[in-house]
């Protein structure tokens, strides 16, 4: 049971897997592609980006892998699952990115294995890119100095490899593990999350795609996801597929902003608030451009009467 037929939609709009169909580009997510396509067409070393969790990283990651011309680039992509991996097995999985598969485990002949592929590649004018999705688990300075090792396997005035990091803003922090590491940082990029215009263009381009003939999101539920999702993409997602499996259950035809409140606090997106946590997006009174206190005000007293009951 789900509710594309009853909203005539020919594929689900808000699911979060990153499908490159569905990317939506932001002001900030074009500005981070033009800036990572300028660091691996430059060949610029090392390149960072960072954001929250549910920002777009991983789509961004595979957008950008995905417009990388094979005739002119080797590039692959990790996704660190943990944090304990060791420089061994980070060396041997750059080298199977590479092309290059090797069952020994000492580390000079990996290295040597590298420096070999390096030089090849850069004979054939093909640039060598390695994209790490997850990049807040590189936690130990070992792995991070051997990132500046292998970044040291360069010629005059030429990088042989660019690395693209891709994480949480812990990343910055875990960088810094290895100071001269993070001074070889060529380009250092914070994604941000959808301002309110963003997010109702975000809606209408995944509901348009999904085949809708008409917005079913009132302006008053736009302006409520923005203020619960706090711009970000996979909540943004999360708030509205709730909400249109409840309005086809309810067999409405328009979601209003009633609806995506009670969504959103029986998903839990009150916790910023409840827990006096910062909120990145604030709600704002449009018309004295400050706080809405009285907005936050209500959904305190809502959270608290629920208690209580």
Partial sequence: ???????RLKKEPFS???????????????DAILRLKYAVSSMKGLAVLTGEIGAGKTTLAKRLLGSLNSSKYLAGMM?????RITPIWFLKRVLALLGVEDEST???????LLHKRLIDLNDKNIKPIILIDEA????SREIMEEIRGILNMELPHKKLITFILFGLKEL??????????????????RLSSLTLIATENYIKHRLRLSGAKRMFFSKEAVEKIYYYSRGIPRLINTICDNAMFETFIQKKTVIDEILIKDVSLSLGLNYYLTNNQQVTNKPINKRTNVLNYKAIDDILSDFNNKKEQ
Wanted: aromatic fraction near 12%.
């Fill in 16 to 30: 979060n897997a990153p499908i490159q169909e569905f990317f939506y580009s932001s002001k900030s997510h074009s």
């Fill in 136 to 139: 807040q688990m590189l936690q």
């Fill in 106 to 112: 000492e580390k000079l002949r990996l290295l040597t």
């Fill in 79 to 83: 996704i660190m699952v943990h944090s």
């Fill in 1 to 7: 049971m789900n509710y594309l037929g009853y909203f």
């Fill in 172 to 189: 910055e922090e875990n960088i810094h593990l290895d100071e001269p590491l993070a001074q070889r940082v060529a380009l250092n990029f």
